[in-house]
Every structure is written in structure tokens, then in C-alpha cells.
């Protein structure tokens, strides 16, 4: 290697050396490790061989086509499809969830529907249902969950639908609190209305089918009209692989856009991009021909043993609740309000010192649903096959972080609000004791913040953080 290669090389490492550690099983959300170093050099290796590749056009380059039914192929059975359900490979989660919505909001007009559409969903739904809503302009119509446990009574959805409903939307199991939603009770009522039920199996998708003692959740359902699973997910592919499944061909169609009016080539988009990366959807390829069906159920055997024994350990901590009943390998934590105050261990705390002792677990503000009642602060924790290595080292941390933290009240975000004077962002930032450029080591003041501030002030303070990280004029090193 040449000398100025390897310099630049080593600037990205270093780079890099601040990073949350993506192998090692120390960061409980974002990574999904397998531990096995074989499936991380195939993904390399294919990724490698299609860099050049445009995945735009699989005319010009039959190899991203052949990839793509290829995966489409192994998806299928996994979820029951028949021959009548047909897909797209697409760049994540976010993707296949917006294209889901947009396919069924284009299904809705077609057939007669007028006016806005409204999209249906549980609270807990992805944030990404927001971002369809926002994008494709649906009303979005979040119906509350219990508040105790996340769990979605159907009926509080189904007496929901009308004939403005394009799509509703059901996880498989949602992300805050891993609620599998009652899906087939939905279903009957969605199919009686013709209306799109699209289950969000984005991060079940590749665990749930060797999960013991599911209920269905899938095409085996007749009601289910589309399907999001994500490869980048529990299917170990690098980020930028998702699978968006279509019951019946025309609605897939309905998902292309296409066009012919201009001077240009012809554009035939089945996602939303346009010149695309072929290299996440070739390392997926290679990682379903390495490891099979069978593969991914061993390793989702062992992310349940490990998930389980967390569970367990977590619920034994005094002072800590498991929310809900959660299904597949990830759950969240919540202060336990049935013992008293001196007791209680508040998940922020809980999680900032965690991570002071080497872990990551992702802070989820508590929040307020339309009926009025609460959802509770809680810290998720999704669990990959590589936690079964670490699942003793962190169940010792978060049992010693719990002993460190009992009894402290949540972190008061008063102080901050009341020196609030204006709604500048920067302000926030200030106060928080940042600069501009730089993240809180602590996180508990700044997500108790998030939460005590009206939506619209929390999310420009956010806006204003993330944006300065990637702003050249600001102040960071
Ligand atoms: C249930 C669910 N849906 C959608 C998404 C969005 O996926 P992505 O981050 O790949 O865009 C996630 C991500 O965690 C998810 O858990």
C-alpha cells in the first residue's frame, strides 16, 4: 500500500476510535453482531465485488436483479408468503416503512379514495410511520397503548377505521417496549373494511421465525398486505438492506415510480432512490447463502438464552421493571413504581451508568398520549448473538449500576427550563453545558429535558445539536 493510502487509512481509524465499539456486544441498540467472523468477511468480500455496481438499473447490471429475487425468495417462506407475495429490496427500516405507506396511500386514491388519507397505528409504532405521514401527507391517528405495560388493545384500533384509512399499521414487535401487536384481531377487522394492514416486522423479521410460541404475525394472516423485515437487522448484513414484501403483484406495482416524460433515459424506480448502492444487498445475499435458514435460527437460539437470561436477572433487581410483556430479543426497562421511592431505580440513571462502566443502552423519553396518560421513561435493550458472550459482564454492570443509582430521583430538568428564555436553541445547549459540536456525557438531564419540553421546542433543540455536530463552522475539535 502506498504510504499517502495508508495515512488516509489511518486517519479514518482514528477517526473512528471514539466511536461506540460495534463488535463486543457492548452497544444494546444500533448493532446487530453475530461474534462470528466468517459472516463478517463474506458481507465484506460481496460488498467488494459489486462496489462499482449501479443498483439502479438491473437491465445494465442483471447481477443486482438476480440478487434481489434471490433474497425476495428466501424472505418468503420465512413469512409465510405465497406465490402471490412479491418485493423490493430497499436501503433500510425507514425505507420499506415509507414505502409501504406510500404504496398503500397511491392503493387508497386508486380506488376512489378522496381527500387526505389517514394512517392508523399504535403509539409505539415506528418513528418512521411519522416521517411516511409527514412526507406523503396522511393524518397520522396514534391510538394509546396501555400505559402500564405498551400493550395495543385491538379494539381501541379497529373502532379507529374509516373509509379515510389508506393503511394501518401493526409492529411485529414494536421497537420502545417489543409489544407484538395483536395483528390476526386487526387483521379481520381491516380485511372486512378493505382496508392495507402493513406489519412492521423491520427488527422482528429475521428473529420472530424461530421464536418459540409466536402467535401469527405474518402473510399467514389473510388481512396482512404488506411486510417490512430488515436484513440489516437481524439478518447481520451491514447497514442499507431491508426487505419490503407486497401481497399481490399490482400492489407492488403501485410501489414503482416511473416515468417517461422527460429527455432523459426512462426512470423506473421500485424505492425511493434513484442510482443506489449494490454492495449492502450483495453482502445480505452472501450472508442468507452462508448461513441458510438454519443458520439464522441457531443464531437466534442463542440471542433467546441470552435474552432470556437477561430478562430474568433484570426483573431480580430491586427497584427495576421489565415494561410489558416483551416478544423477540430486545426489551425495555422501567423504574419499578410499586416500591417506594428509596427503591426505585430510574432507567436514565440507570443507563448513564451503565454505560460510565463500558455498556450503551438507549435512553426512550417517557411521553404523553392523546388520552392523557403516560408512557414512562424507560432504556431499551436489544440483544444480539453476541450478547450471549457478554451477557454475564453485563448483567453484573447493570445490577452494580442499579446499586449506584437506587433511590435517585429523576433528573430535574426545572432548572434548565426556567433559565429557558427563548425558544433559541442554542440556548438549551448552553445551559446543558455544551458546546456547540459536542455531545452530554450524561444523558438523563438532556432526555428528561426532551421530555418536559413541548414537543416542538424538544425537537429544535435536537435539530440544533445534530446539526452543529456536522457543521464546519462550529466550535468542535
Ligand atoms: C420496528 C422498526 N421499524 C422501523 C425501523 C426503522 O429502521 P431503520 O433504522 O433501518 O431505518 C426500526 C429501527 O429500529 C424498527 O425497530
Request: hydrophobic fraction near 45%.
Amino acid at each position: 500500500m502506498s504510504d499517502r493510502i495508508a495515512e488516509v487509512l489511518d486517519e479514518l481509524r482514528a477517526l473512528t476510535a471514539r466511536d461506540a465499539p460495534t463488535k463486543g456486544g457492548r452497544v444494546l441498540s444500533y448493532v446487530y453482531d453475530t461474534g462470528r467472523s466468517d459472516i463478517d468477511r463474506v458481507a465484506h468480500a460481496a460488498a467488494e465485488i459489486v462496489q462499482s455496481v449501479n443498483g439502479l438499473d438491473p437491465t445494465a447490471f442483471p447481477s443486482v436483479a438476480a440478487l434481489e429475487r434471490d433474497l425476495i425468495a428466501f424472505a418468503r417462506p420465512l413469512f409465510h408468503g405465497d406465490d402471490d407475495v412479491v418485493g423490493s429490496v430497499t436501503s433500510g427500516g425507514t425505507e420499506s416503512c415509507l414505502l409501504a405507506v406510500k404504496t398503500a396511500r397511491d392503493v387508497w386514491r386508486a380506488q376512489g379514495g378522496e381527500g387526505r388519507a389517514r394512517l392508523l397505528a399504535p403509539v409505539t409504532v415506528h418513528a418512521a410511520f411519522q416521517k411516511a405521514a409527514h412526507l406523503f401527507d396522511l393524518r397520522l391517528d396514534l391510538v394509546p397503548v396501555d400505559p402500564a405495560t405498551g400493550a395495543l388493545d385491538p379494539n381501541a384500533l379497529t373502532r379507529r377505521l374509516g373509509p379515510d384509512v389508506a393503511i394501518a399499521v401493526a409492529s411485529a414487535p414494536s421497537y420502545p417496549f417489543a409489544h407484538l401487536d395483536p395483528i390476526a384481531t386487526i387483521a379481520a377487522h381491516t380485511a372486512d373494511h378493505g382496508i392495507a394492514l402493513h406489519v412492521d416486522a423491520c427488527i422482528g423479521g429475521f428473529a420472530l421465525p424461530w421464536w418459540p410460541d409466536v402467535p401469527e404475525w405474518d402473510f399467514r394472516i389473510p388481512g396482512v398486505t404488506s411486510l417490512s423485515a430488515d436484513l440489516h437487522k437481524y439478518g447481520y448484513a451491514p447497514k442499507g438492506a431491508s426487505i419490503l414484501l407486497q401481497r399481490g403483484r399490482d400492489r407492488h406495482a403501485a410501489q414503482y415510480f416511473a416515468t417517461t416524460r422527460w429527455p432523459g433515459y426512462p426512470v423506473v424506480n421500485p424505492t425511493l432512490l434513484g442510482s443506489k448502492a449494490a454492495g449492502p444487498m450483495a453482502a445480505a445475499w452472501a450472508i442468507t447463502r452462508l448461513l441458510g435458514a438454519e443458520g439464522y435460527g441457531e443464531l437466534i437460539d442463542r440471542t433467546r438464552v441470552a435474552t432470556e437470561r437477561l430478562v430474568t436477572a433484570v426483573t431480580a433487581i430491586p427497584g427495576v421493571r421489565v415494561m410489558g410483556t416483551p416478544t423477540g430479543p430486545l426489551f425495555a426497562l422501567a423504574a419499578d413504581t410499586a416500591t417506594d421511592a428509596r427503591t426505585q431505580v430510574d432507567p436514565h440513571h440507570l443507563a448513564d451508568a451503565v454505560r460510565r462502566r463500558g455498556f450503551v443502552l438507549q435512553q426512550q423519553p417517557g411521553l404523553a398520549q392523546s388520552d392523557g396518560t403516560r408512557l414512562p421513561p424507560t432504556t431499551h435493550l436489544t440483544i444480539t448473538p453476541v450478547t450471549a458472550d457478554a451477557a454475564d459482564d453485563l448483567i453484573a454492570t447493570i445490577t452494580d449500576a442499579g446499586d449506584e443509582v437506587r433511590g435517585r430521583p429523576a433528573a430535574d430538568p426545572t432548572p434548565v427550563l426556567a433559565a429557558l428564555s427563548s425558544a433559541d436553541p442554542s440556548d438549551a445547549l448552553n445551559l446543558l453545558g455544551l458546546r456547540a459540536g459536542e455531545l452530554p456525557a450524561e444523558q438523563a438531564t438532556l432526555t428528561a429535558l426532551i421530555e418536559a419540553l413541548p414537543h416542538d421546542a424538544a425537537e429544535g433543540i435536537l435539530v440544533s445539536l445534530l446539526q452543529s455536530l456536522i457543521d464546519p463552522n462550529a466550535a468542535s475539535e
